[in-house]
């Protein structure tokens, strides 16, 4: 009864609206830009004597909505420019269009917004990718923690994997592994893996480290996502999205060189092209820019042979706009990689058998490299990017993505399990020393094995009015086309105990494996598994009023995976699954403040399984289904944003393992599990004094096994992360005076206790930690001097994913950067 009333009253509520002529509305919409054509962001755009507004986003644009018919006058200022104004009239509904252009230019207006620091620089209050539409951050449902340029360069990050620590809720598990078809480092988050596999908001696998020498911003949109992102690319607890340079349009750049501890020397360039034909009060129609860098770093475990990692990358982009309706990008980011990575420490045995059940307590030398040279693994990632962009109308945008996305690697790749002196080891191994421990060595390579990824996406973009109520709509249709073609050949070289000498430790070197594959041992293990996946999804955001909006979007997607092998033979199988999505925003105070409540839903493709009683069925997608709620700030004049958030989130139909089929040792299962993962997040960003910027994040998140079997039932997953997690930063730029651009930043992160084995009498844990970061810099108009210290408290950590990792210790890098 109360949803057939709601129904009702909504549809009364529009059929009034819609009979109520005398109440249109409509948007003036437009362009701020500098003298020299550039975008000019966070310029203030209103209606004089009204309350009515909006902020510039990063292209110059601007969107005022919800103007009744009249005459208006529109007023732009920022801190510390002049102000403008213009006469516009508005009527019959129709959006109107008005241009700035400021007398300043792109520098003039960036000094201008440092001088008067007013703007809170380590937040974006908007976005395009997340909700696939235009949309601030106080209307989404959803939530999101943005990383910046502006942070990145102040903490001297030059990668993605070191960006991700100023995102709340976010812990990296592994470093990326460098082989071809796996998406760089593993990420946990609200208790589940995710990896970096978006770009732009479409498909964009890196294989290794990813460079952040393109990297414009990171976006982590939390929680199950599949109704706009599919679920390929995607986990339960969200993904992250790459957000890359686009070309300027003024001339200009800069050329940074950095090095440092641990043989560390870097050289990168950022270069911006334009075409000097266009007149310079004009918008440019073609730019082209282009991001290098290369970059070389020791491993910092040098007690023996030092280990090494060097990765070139390259990303050229060019941006034509033939017409103001028309605009067109081609990109491309292409990185290679060569090194021996870092040592992955794997527990086969219990900490009983082991005799210790921490990471601290592991007789393994935090600093010895057990390996010698010449395992070496070469890995490239190549990112094809395409986008057409059509104005239809001032309400209606098309947009065309083509995307490829290939990774490829060769090599070795070392591995190592930790193994105790038991009786009956020793009666095995005779010939072995007498230890309390050994390290068994071993390599898992790749033989240029690839993952290809080919993506096509249509948008259709809607922002209009239907009587008084806003519309933005997205509607959307996609194709995915996966195919692996990996080649792994894996096999023991050696057992050794821990206190080897270092000759004995350099016997595990490429020459040495490279024969053991020559001579017929180890194994080889194929993946050549196929699939396309055909989606089409739609989604609405209803403005009912001007402070309650409802967003309703539903996916339906139809895979068709080939089958082929996955170690094993993988049966071909077709399957269709839908995913909603639901959310609600309440704003009780306009463009400050907003409740919200969303339902997310993800899923995941089983195959077919292995029943009890002999049968082969095809699994029911595997579910992920989210409730949240929370509270948005965006206050003191933008100064103060703040996300606050609880969620709920519950895994249906999971395969149950039963055991093993006697023969073909096939596993059984029934799919009958479940998994719950719940808990809070905080994020501050904030400016609360001229020259302070300061950012926060806490997450507490409770995983844990239900309906599984008993040695892990009611137990929190080993890859669900560590429970608690905190990150800060704060730093201060003198704003004025003859130490103008002198400006220093310290934060760090806290992780809890991981229990990367979490099973009835097998509990592992890797210890908490802080690790403390700091950075001091002097930034002009024509250089930047930059100095950085990670892990300033040279602190022993260990990251996991099921396994023990040691990291880097403490290192101190220095930067200067030549602007034109």
Known sequence: MLNLRSLGLTSTLLACTLSVQAQQTAAIRGRVTTSDGSPAEAVTVGLKGRSQGAITNGQGEYVIERVRDGQYTVVISAVGLKGEEKTVTVGGGQATAVDFMLTENAQQLKEVVISGNRTNKFNRSASVDVNKMPLSNLENPQVYATVGKELLTEQLVFSVDDATRNAPGLQKMWDATGRGGDGGAFYAAR??????????????????????????????????????????????????????????????GEVNVAAGSYGFHRVSADVNLVDQNTPADQPKTLGIRLNTAYTYEDNFQNKGYTGFNKNFAVAPSLQWRPSDRLTVNLDAEIYKGRGTGNQFVFLYFAPSVLGFDRADKSPFDYEQSYQGPGLIQDSRSTNLFGQVQYKISPAFTATTYLTSSNSYSDGNSAYYYLTPSTPEFRRRRPDLPEAANYLVRADQSTDNSQRQL?????????????????????????????????????????????????????????????????????????????????????????????????????????????????????????????????????????????????????????????????SRSLARPERANQWEGGVKLDAAAGRLSATVSYYDIRVQDRLRLLGYAPTTFEAINAQDATQRSKGVEVNLVANPVRGLNVIGGFAYNDSKFEDSPEEVNGRRPNTASSPYLANAWASYRQPEGPLKGLGAGFGGNYVSENKVQNAVNNVFILPSYTVLNASVFYDQPKYRISAKVDNLTDKQYWTGYTTMNPQKLRSIVGSVAYKF
Request: charged share 15%.
């Open 454 to 614: 080919w993506e096509a996406q249509q948008l259709v973009n809607g922002d209009f009015q239907v009587g008084n109520m806003r519309n933005r709509v997205v509607l959307g249709l996609d194709f995915l086309r996966v195919s692996s073609d990996v080649n792994f050949l894996g096999g023991n070289f050696d057992t050794v105990a821990l206190a080897s000498p270092r000759p004995v430790l350099d016997q595990f070197n490429g020459t040495n494996m490279n024969a053991v594959y020559a001579a017929g041992g180890g194994g080889r293990y194929l993946v050549t598994t196929k699939s396309n996946t055909y989606s089409a999804f739609i989604s609405d955001v209803l403005n009912l009023t001007e402070q309650l909006s409802v967003l309703a979007a539903l996916r339906v997607d139809h895979v068709d995976n080939k089958g082929g092998l996955f170690y094993s033979p993988v049966q071909a199988y077709k399957q269709t699954t839908w995913s909603p999505k639901f959310g609600l925003v309440y704003q009780p105070v306009k463009d400050r403040v907003s409740v919200f409540a969303n339902y997310q839903n993800s899923f995941n493709n089983l195959g077919l399984y292995l029943a009890v009683d002999g």
């Open 191 to 252: 208790g589940f893996v995710t990896q970096s596999q978006l770009r732009n908001g479409v498909a964009g696998n890196v294989t290794g480290n990813i460079d952040a020498v393109n990297l414009e911003k990171l976006e982590v949109i939390k929680g199950p996502s599949a109704t706009l992102f599919g679920s390929a690319l995607t986990s339960y607890g969200g993904l992250l999205n790459r957000v890359t340079k686009k070309p300027l349009e003024t001339f200009g």
